[in-house]
């Protein structure tokens, strides 16, 4: 029970390596706050999970909806010591044929949300004595892949602003890292066909994706006290993605 007495938020927490994530924290103790924009699904989650969870709706784009995501937390379960601040889109789309709209989208959630969220959660774990956050960011914040402009500065962006982070709040106990995800099954990645999945296989040297659940290991490894040296560090669990 690696969690044992922790509350945690996890932004994007109704799909993928959110939901994985959750399951993962109440599997080790935790108390969450599922905090998404499907509904439905957070529903389902709660209703499957029981009473160490419960549900937010939270566009991460929106502050006032963040701060009601952080009080949620102190409210129902007393404080607030883990974000995952997770919640992402991904973009495939050539740089030169992108509108200003469309590059804005993916700021406004993959970062402007990955801030806000940050912003709000620190002020909850300054008032709880410490904390743990752990930013999504991607193997796509640390190399290039073609089309993949937005989404690959919004994630360089989140590894830097991790840092950036980890040493501003060092001094409240609030330790910060980013989980660095290669190519991982879940529904992010539905919008690909057969042959561009075959050919992002490849790039990973142990010749598969990953599941959501090997990231959610990481992710909780970050989260709990085993982890009350590491800050600042941008943890990739890619397969050996950009080790090649
Ligand atoms: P997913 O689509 O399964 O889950 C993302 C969740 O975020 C969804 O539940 C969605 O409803 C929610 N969400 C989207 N916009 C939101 C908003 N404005 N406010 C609140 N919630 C919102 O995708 P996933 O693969 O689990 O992605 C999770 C994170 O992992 C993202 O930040 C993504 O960029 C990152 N990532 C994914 C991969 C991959 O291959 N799947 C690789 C590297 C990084």
Redesign the pocket.
Known sequence: MRLSGKVAVV??G?????EAAVRRFVSEGAKVVI????DH?GAELVAEIGDSVVYQH????DEAEVEAMVAKAETTYGKLDILFN?????SLNATDELSLEDWRKIMA??MD?VFLCAKHAIKAMKRAGGGSIIN?A??LGHVGQAQTGPYSASKGGVANFTRALAVEYAQEKIRVNAVC????R????EQLDDDMLQYLISLHPVNRLGE?EEIANAVLFLASDEASFITGENLLVDGGYTAR
């Open positions: 932004t994007g109704a799909s993928g390596i959110g905090a998404d924009i499907n699904k939270v566009d991460v784009t997770n919640a992402g889109i991904g959630i993959n949300g999504t991607s193997i995800p290669g190519y991982t879940t529904p992010l990645l959501a």
